[in-house]
């Protein structure tokens, strides 16, 4: 028996509380017993959320939230700016392209933070520009752009919406929708919250809505009006994912006994541990700056293959990473620590790295990396 | 304790076994353990939708498998004639104008199944026909629409698509996809497949495919030809409902330990139990033809609100079976026999019907109807 350890940026592991919680029987969506399940979902996921307006839930990845972003609000023709810093930024100008937007692309070197001047400069430069599209944490560098920074710069021009794709950052991340201005914030169920994939969420502000009325493009099963429409009666329009809304409800309700004050501290803790236990092994991060809550991506030594560390993690040691992605395979792997995770994740993944290292030949002393990591989560604990 | 039976037509119970294997740890979608697992349930689906084509499997209802039959093989101004004889008819309509079809509707009165007919009709009539719409059940009336007859028409025009949605009809009734040439069949998990919801499935064509090529249609999240190519390395293009894939896999094996022909039998046998029952209580189905193996649609007697009957059996009974929609509402109820379902299934029905009727003064001989179901549950069981 090879014990697993769902270590990976999503899908991420589910408590039991929720497997057992998803593994109840099936309520029929149009019952009356599914409304108290829907309802306290959408209102607890609007606090996750920091938000006063609905919080759409969708059927569908985390990506359906992102193509909902783009065909409800716009129309082909219609200039976007894409933060692209990464693999998801990419995604951003690919789904805006296959709906016919003119895409601006702001190039953010991989590995690092968008400035938020830089932002600034393109909007004056286009002004034509109705959307800015971004990520909260870019999944495949491990980088947090700092959406309050640009939420900032977003506030001096009102006509533009300010899109985040926050499906790796929510629950990591303290993201406040309505203080800094986000008009869509896209979440997905599989990373911070603790789900199987199958849901995407959408945070709509009234501007949003606004500017959706005058959106062409066609749409059938990601209709947010229609979608808003249902939510007066807790309904969907389509036969929603159940279970995985039972699970979400579930889910939440941990969250909110732990305290969302707790919930990102907790993020921060670990991360900062697994980021203190690489150097401590003699490895680096890859994010030169900005290093997100929720993955850390870690430079692979000269001369070792990241692939193979990562292969190597799952297939001795039963612990699932991730590798690279991109013009990152092989150069880096990634640990998260997101969600369902706790002081011995972290534990795990460094000694997991120290062995699999040591075992490639690479000289690590063994226990320098979890010597570090409870270094800090002692200290952090007793604060 | 008012103990609970789901009896509409989707969702539908699921089995304890599946239940249980979607309380499995979660498994990363792009690791190897998860290839067997899509491997496998690709595979069965095919079994099941008796084709050599491909069945893909998509994260959302069955109604975003519906899209992708629209977006990924058309063109705006295109003609489509749709076959609407109820509800399921309806939407077929809606997407296709959504994405800008040109859309021949065939009326079928509701109750009714379509005259194979009257589709060579239209296609006469139009040449410029690209594809022809239709349920195979019409959820809303429960009526099976005959795939085989239609499909001979459809042979004889080999430039038109022929697109089935399947989603109540598939594992209850026997739907040979290559046989009668059906070029996209849709199915949604939580039917017969005794699922949750949140998975849909379309098989498709090579001839379908060859019409893909020519589609420019904007889409991004349902976009086939991507789904198709992650297919050789038994991936979907973004994080797919992974619990629910695993839940499919077991589904499937059920199934396949079943066997086809007995599973069709046992839903024929149940839906034929239902329709005696309910003639022995003195009421009547509503389909005038071609009542399906699904769901059994049943006319409301002179004077008692079909709402009232279903609302009765809820909150009395316990038994979640549906309504009447749109212009059937009030006038139907309407109770499933799909997917997890068995002979006492049929017995609680039809027995929570006699005496919900009694109950609201309707003369009922309590027992009339259950022993009639008994009486060919017996015989067929023998048989």
Known sequence: MLKRYLLAPGPTPVPPEILLRMAMPVIHHRAPDFIPIFESARNRLKWLYQTNNDVLILTSSGTGAMVASVNNFFNAGEHALVVNGGKFGE???????????????????????????????????????????????????????????????????KDVLFIVDAISALVAQDLKTDAWGVDLMVGGSQKGLMLPPGLAFLSVSEKAWKKAEGSKLPRFYFNLKKEREGLHKNQTSFTPAVSLIAGLDEA????????????????????????????????????????????????????????????????????????????????????????????????????????TLRSMGYPVKLGSGVGAAEELLIEKRAS
Request: charged residues 25%; glycine residues 8%; proline residues 3%.
């Open 91 to 157: 995604r951003w100008t690919k789904i805006c392209r296959s709906y016919g937007l003119e895409v601006n692309e702001l190039a953010v070197e991989w590995g690092h933070a968008v400035r938020p001047e830089a932002i600034e400069a393109e909007l004056k430069k286009d002004p034509a520009i109705k959307a800015v599209f971004i990520q909260a944490v870019e999944t495949s560098t491990g980088v947090y752009h700092d959406i309050e920074a640009v939420g900032e710069v977003m506030k001096k021009h």
């Open 252 to 355: 939440l309700l941990m969250l909110e006994k732990e305290g969302l004050a707790s919930v990102f501290a907790r993020h921060a803790r670990l991360a900062e541990a697994t980021r203190q236990a690489v150097k401590a092994i003699g490895l680096n991060t890859f994010p030169a700056e900005s290093p997100s809550n929720s993955v850390t991506a870690i430079l692979a030594p000269e001369g070792i293959d990241g692939q193979a560390i990562y292969k190597t993690l799952r297939e001795k040691y039963g612990v699932t990473a991730a590798g690279g992605q991109d013009k990152l395979k092989g150069k880096v792997f990634r640990i998260a620590h997101l969600g369902y995770a706790g002081t011995f994740d972290v534990i795990t993944a460094v000694s997991a790295i120290e062995m």
